[in-house]
């Protein structure tokens, strides 16, 4: 089994700055894509950002340019460095790793932007 645990979240200013993280833990024989979305109220979960085991990034149109996805294999750690923050990003963000053909998701962590 894998726990998938979110932080960072939290309350910002619109043009603020949050970074969120991301472990994994437990039985972990390889880790392959981790990734993060979001989910705004009444829409649908979408992605925003996802890492392959070798680097390999892919971003939502609308967060290119400010947003970076990075990743600690050590650590099985995974970050978003979420940097001119726009009301329009708030959601609740998700982070999704996939063990071999597995995915675990963690339980949320709640990002809000003020205008």
């Known amino acids: 089994q894998v726990q998938v645990v979110e932080s960072g979240g939290g309350l910002v200013q619109a043009g603020g700055s949050l970074r969120l993280s991301c472990a994994a833990s437990?039985?972990?024989?390889?880790?392959?894509?981790m990734g993060w979305y979001r989910q705004a109220p009444g829409k649908q979960r979408e992605l925003v950002a996802r890492?392959?085991?070798?680097?390999?990034?892919r971003y939502a149109d609308s967060v290119k340019g400010r947003f970076t996805i990075s990743r600690d294999n050590s650590k099985n750690t995974v970050y978003l460095q979420m940097n001119s923050l726009k009301p329009e990003d708030t959601g609740v963000y998700y982070c999704?790793?996939?063990?071999?053909?597995?995915?675990?998701w963690g339980q949320g962590t709640q990002v809000t932007v003020s205008s």
């Open positions: 999704k790793v996939v063990t071999g053909l597995v995915n675990y």
């Open positions: 890492i392959t085991s070798g680097g390999t990034t």
């Open positions: 437990g039985t972990i024989f390889s880790m392959n894509a």
